[in-house]
RNA sequence: UGUCCGAUAGUAUAAGGGUAGUACAAGUGAUUUUGGUUCAUUUAGUCUUGGUUCGAAUCCAGGUCGGACAACCA
């Protein structure tokens, strides 16, 4: 009765903690954002990372902002990151900012300073780098290193009192100028910056570099588990060097492989550079990566969870593929998503020998994924229909199912309807289908004892209404953009962003409600945007439906 | 030419000295009033060379390849 299931390394970590009952057996993690971009489905992982391990642990997450940098951040970027977790479908037990610890933080310092283990430090950081040496060659000390305890606590304290300007200095750990690890090579602690703070306004002019707030503030905290990306492997020996010469609470790092997925590209600055340059239309925009962007572009928060169970933990670096996502939103809309009809490229079927002025009415379930079909919804049928243009061929390849002339096809819960010509117009394009239909076919009644193998959607000319639909593709040509030649920007996908301005739907349709996924049949997965209004309906896709059929 | 991290089907991820499994992708077939769904089925993998062992994806050693690390960013 026990489900099997295999543990990601950290749960490994985790059980073994708890099996030793370190902490008492406490499990604490956070999700440490820097309050200075969206969120995107990389952060996804961190978050479903920290905030399952508590829940399944019987633990707790805080979210904590990690806001050491003024001059970068915002409360724009609190509040959509705040939003988007919890859309994501986590509470945190508290809501904490790194500046909150900022009186700690510098008392910290100042113990430092007086264990001689910090020094004030008047070079440029110019010269702070030339002196740091690089991974294959020892860096070397300068004058400023031996300066008393008595002359670090002063100049310190008149930095904090704003005696010196942006940049005149710096206070610094010390620890091994020749360390092969280039993170232990006298780190920063803290630069001066007369910067208005979004949390502490103008308390302060100097602030805490990461390096010299993360750990500490998890120590804070007493977070048991702190969780981060692979990149932070060569801070952990600062961070335990700090905790140490602290004394002060032994938070745990673990570092995982980032997520990359194919065809996009996941760094904050990257996207800040499509948003800022216009090659999309926000941090929102249906073809980012982002957590906003997927949630408008129809995205559910199951999905994206059950994205981040599926491509697991690990510390190797990977690339996920799209169709995984994709995959996700499909097992979660088929079993949700009302069906539809709605005609994306219309060309026009006359039913030749139905009366002109008869309607009928028709109804289709809402899912025949769930039992009883949940619901379901009227549409009308007459004798001019819209379908798809590609539902019709002149010349059809041998496995063509639906309309050539001659052919025999279902129209969807209504009609079989048999192809008996078309018509063209002087270019030489077809405008219109011509069909007689089995009236003892009709869905539901069908005596005919006709079959077929094709069914195709389509919606009445008379009854249509109409909408935008925005059909995405990916945002790039090639699978990872950031490791191409020259800027990554010039692998924008042209054509990622198709607009139908004036598709045509069923009636049912204007009744769409926002943030729910409706499937055109046949068409694909679509939810409104966020700009659709009652006067003018915008539908986007979210992803299309599996194709099974390839022309030969 | 330093330190650290990693290497299992196309992509991910399990197997913790004893049958290399799962998901996605791809192929085939069945079902289907969505060429969707569902079901069945196939293809396809342990970076390399040695060593330890009755037995190695797993332990050891060397190599190869990939990645990270020098910002008053996080």
Redesign the pocket.
């Known amino acids: 009765m026990t489900e099997e299931r295999?543990?990601?390394?950290i749960e490994?970590i985790v059980e073994e903690d708890i099996r030793e009952g370190k902490n008492g057996g406490r499990v604490l993690t956070r999700f440490?954002?820097?309050p200075?971009g969206y969120l995107h489905i990389g952060h996804a992982k961190s978050i479903c990372l920290n905030f399952g391990l508590a829940k399944e642990y019987g633990g707790k997450t805080n979210l904590r902002f990690?806001?050491?940098?003024p001059?970068?951040e915002d409360v724009e970027y609190v509040d959509s990151i705040k939003e988007d977790v919890r859309w994501l479908g986590f509470e945190w037990a508290n809501e904490l900012y790194?500046s909150d610890y900022f009186d700690q933080l510098y008392e910290f310092a100042v113990k430092l300073i007086k264990k001689g283990l910090a020094y004030v430090?008047d070079?440029?950081?110019?010269e702070?780098?030339a002196q740091?040496?690089?991974?294959?060659e020892p860096g070397k000390g300068n004058e400023y290193r031996n300066r008393s305890v008595e002359e670090n606590l002063r100049l310190f304290a008149e930095m904090k009192d704003g005696k010196y300007p942006?940049?005149?200095?710096?206070l610094r750990a010390k620890i091994d100028l020749a360390s092969?690890?280039?993170?232990l090579r006298d780190p920063?602690m803290y630069?001066?910056?007369h910067a208005n703070h979004h949390r502490t306004g103008d308390k302060w002019c100097i602030?805490?570099?990461?390096?010299f707030?993360?750990g500490e503030s998890d120590a804070i905290e007493q977070i048991t588990h702190s969780v981060c990306t692979?990149?932070?492997?060569?801070?952990r020996p600062l961070y335990d060097w700090f905790i140490e010469q602290l004394e002060i609470f032994p938070s745990k790092q673990y570092?995982f492989?980032r997520l990359?997925l194919?065809y996009t590209v996941m760094s904050k600055r990257k996207l800040l550079q499509l948003v800022n340059d216009g090659y999309v239309d926000g941090w929102d925009d249906p073809r980012m990566p982002t957590i906003s962007g997927l949630r408008r572009r129809g995205y559910t928060p199951a999905s994206i969870r059950d994205f981040c169970e599926?491509?697991?933990?690990?510390?190797?670096?990977?690339?996920?593929?799209m169709?995984?996502l994709?995959?996700c939103i499909?097992?979660d809309l088929?079993k949700t998503a009302w069906?539809r009809m709605a005609v994306l490229d219309p060309i026009k079927l006359i039913v030749t020998d139905y009366p002109e002025d008869k309607t009928e009415t028709f109804h289709g379930e809402n899912?025949?994924?769930v039992e009883g079909g949940d619901g379901s919804r009227e549409f009308p049928f007459s004798r001019e229909l819209w379908i798809e243009r590609e539902d019709f061929m002149e010349e059809p390849p041998k496995?063509?199912?639906?309309l050539a002339v001659g052919n025999m096809v279902?129209l969807?819960?209504?009609y079989i309807v048999k192809c008996e010509g078309f018509a063209k117009d002087t270019a030489g394009n077809i405008t219109e289908v011509h069909c007689t239909h089995i009236p003892e076919?009709?869905?539901?009644?069908?005596t005919s004892g006709l079959?077929?193998?094709?069914?195709?959607?389509w919606v009445s000319v008379r009854h249509a209404k109409t909408a935008e639909v925005r059909l995405y593709d990916r945002l790039f040509q090639v699978e990872d953009p950031s490791?191409e030649d020259g800027d990554f920007k010039d692998y924008i996908n042209p054509d990622s962003l198709h607009i139908i301005p004036n598709a045509y739907i069923e009636p049912d349709l204007v009744n769409a409600v926002p943030g729910k996924g409706y499937?055109f049949?046949?068409?694909g997965y679509f939810t409104l945007d966020k700009n659709s209004t009652a006067e003018k309906l915008v539908f986007n896709r979210t992803v299309t439906?599996?194709?099974?059929?390839?022309k030969k």
């Open positions: 295999s543990l990601n390394f490994e440490p954002p820097e200075n990690d806001d050491t940098n001059v970068k790194a430090d070079s440029s950081p110019e702070i780098a740091k040496g690089t991974p294959t942006d940049g005149a200095k710096v092969p690890n280039m993170h920063l630069r001066i910056k602030y805490p570099m990461y390096d707030a993360h692979l990149e932070f492997i060569p801070h570092e492989a990359n194919n599926r491509i697991g933990v690990a510390k190797r670096e990977n690339m996920i593929e169709a995984l994709e995959s499909r097992e088929n069906r899912n025949p994924e496995k063509f199912f639906r279902r969807k819960s209504a076919s009709q869905s539901g009644n069908d079959t077929v193998k094709g069914t195709i959607h490791s499937q049949i046949r068409k439906l599996k194709d099974g059929w390839v």
